[in-house]
């Protein structure tokens, strides 16, 4: 009897043991959060793990890039301020990429217009260099969120696969 007992007793850890591995940490749900990341769009410990690891090595690489106020509403605001200073012409519906346009655009003018005199033309180049600052940041932010959706995708469908929807 009592072998019985202990065989039905395993069955029951090995049971408990299986549903406790498709279930989330706490500390893990936590940190999906803190990411951004919806808790449910991932089913096991191993996928949070590794959609974690992907998310921060990301964040780690775009720190180690000296960026001071990578944020939309940032590069926006010192877009607008550049465009002011070499007297691009913007409307309030332009988004970040009109503007870098009306700015180069408008350097290029200067550029023709004051093509002989060398300090007009290294203010320029300054110009120049922070509009190209400006739009790295922001295509480097683009490309970031490129890589967070496309690793989300990837988890959905695999979750998609393994519960066979």
């Known amino acids: ?39 449910t769009t991932v089913t096991t410990e191993a996928e949070a793990q590794s959609l974690i690891a992907q998310v921060e090595a990301m964040s780690e690489s775009d720190q180690a890039r000296p960026q001071s106020g990578s944020s939309d509403m940032a590069l926006l605001t010192k877009a607008k301020e550049l ?17 870098c346009k009306k700015i180069s655009e408008k350097i290029e003018q200067l550029a023709q217009q004051y093509g002989s005199d ?8 300054d110009y120049q260099r922070e509009l190209s600052s400006i739009d790295s940041r922001y295509g480097s932010k683009i490309d970031t969120q490129d890589s967070i959706f496309a690793a989300m995708n990837m988890i959905s469908a695999s979750n998609k696969y393994a519960l066979g929807l």
């Open 83 to 99: 465009a002011e200073e070499v007297g691009a012409k913007i409307s309030n519906r332009d988004n970040l990429d009109d503007i």
């Open 1 to 39: 009897m009592s072998s019985i007992s202990s065989i039905s007793s395993s069955y029951a850890l090995s049971g408990s043991y299986v549903t406790q591995s498709n279930q989330l940490s706490e500390s893990t749900k936590a940190k999906l959060e803190a990411l951004g990341i919806d808790p």
């Open 118 to 125: 060398a300090v007009a033309m290294n203010k320029l180049e």
